[in-house]
């Protein structure tokens, strides 16, 4: 093999791996955004629910105060 056979066959193996490396960086940047929405999307329906706080008072038994608020 001459210079120009080896020179052609290093260019080809480092444009895949330059495929590769790009194909694996979109895979994971695609897995990030994907987790990133999932969150977005459970943290959007956890603030649209409402809160409800409950406080009881036994300080004059048999009478039991409780305040329901939201």
């Known amino acids: 093999m001459d210079i120009a056979a080896i020179t052609q066959f290093a260019t080809a193996v480092m444009q895949f791996v ?3 490396v ?3 960086g979109y895979y994971f940047l695609f897995k990030v955004s994907r987790d990133t929405l999932e969150e977005m999307r459970a943290q959007r329906t956890a603030l649209g629910r409402p809160q409800v706080i409950v ?3 036994y300080d004059r038994l048999p009478e039991i105060d409780v305040v ?3």
């Open 22 to 24: 790009i194909s694996a």
């Open 55 to 57: 406080d009881d008072d």
């Open 18 to 20: 330059f495929v590769v």
């Open 68 to 70: 329901v608020a939201t």
